[in-house]
């Protein structure tokens, strides 16, 4: 069953990194969603919110890891994220819209 969620409840935000702003020279933005979406919500989500055409998006699960502190292990929160690939022309201004 698909739940039914706004653009603004699946994209949280995006991730803002070396390597994703190597990729955003290449036509490829990486964003943090939701854990219940999936591709087809993340893609309507994109161009619904930054008016362009995407072309693929492809997900991947971050898994939570134990790290060590001083006196307790603590575990680092799992996400979600989406590299989104739009097609040639379709530009996205992330500065302006975080």
Known sequence: MVERMSY?????????TEKATD????????F??????NAQMA????????SVKVKSVNIGKVF????R???????????KKAIVTLYPGYKIDLMHHV
Not at 8 to 16: G, N, T
Not at 64 to 67: D, E, F, G, H, Q
Not at 69 to 75: E, G, H, I, N, P
């Open 43 to 50: 893609k309507s989500a994109v161009e619904e919110m930054f």
């Open 32 to 37: 943090l969603i939701d854990k219940r979406a």
């Open 64 to 67: 939570s890891k134990r790290k």
């Open 8 to 16: 603004i409840e699946i994209l949280i935000r995006p991730l803002i």
């Open 69 to 79: 502190t001083k006196y307790a292990f603590l575990k680092t929160p799992s996400h």
């Open 23 to 30: 990729l955003a020279k290449k036509g490829k933005y990486v």
